[in-house]
């Protein structure tokens, strides 16, 4: 993962509390938005409190270095971005193309790949932030997704 927690939110879909949603605003990737919205919900019920709205949105690979840049002053595409909001969930932005690119070269699915980049997104919106703790957020990470049996 080269994602990290931008300081601040960019405008998003938005949620309610409590509310969970995946909306797709890329083309080059086929995805199941549904399947992902379950399995965001299992992943935000482990981490997150009951009340938080966590909405993840697909973006293609030109969106999401944009919002690397405007948010995290880094060039390029990355694979996915956290956008807390004030401790009751946030935003996450996924580049599906990048989630294939790393499904390719780790040996795994795509669809499994966004459900281990939507789950290390959720854990940046709970605060953890692995590259600063030590390795807390990455065995809290493996420990979940031996729990939610993703590679």
Known sequence: MTADRPRSRPATPGTRRGERMVVNRQREVAVRPGLLRGFL???CELVLPRAAGV??????????????RR???????TDVLSFPADGTGGDIAISPAAARRNARSLGRSVPEELRVLILHGVLHL??????????????????????????
């Open 41 to 43: 919900s299992r992943a």
């Open 55 to 68: 909405a993840v949105c697909l973006v293609s690979d030109a969106e999401i270095a944009r919002l690397n």
């Open 71 to 77: 948010y995290r002053g880094k060039a390029g595409a």
């Open 126 to 151: 709970a605060g953890y932030d692995h590259e600063t703790d030590q390795g807390e957020m990455d065995r809290c990470e493996l420990r979940l997704r031996r729990r939610l049996r993703i590679a």
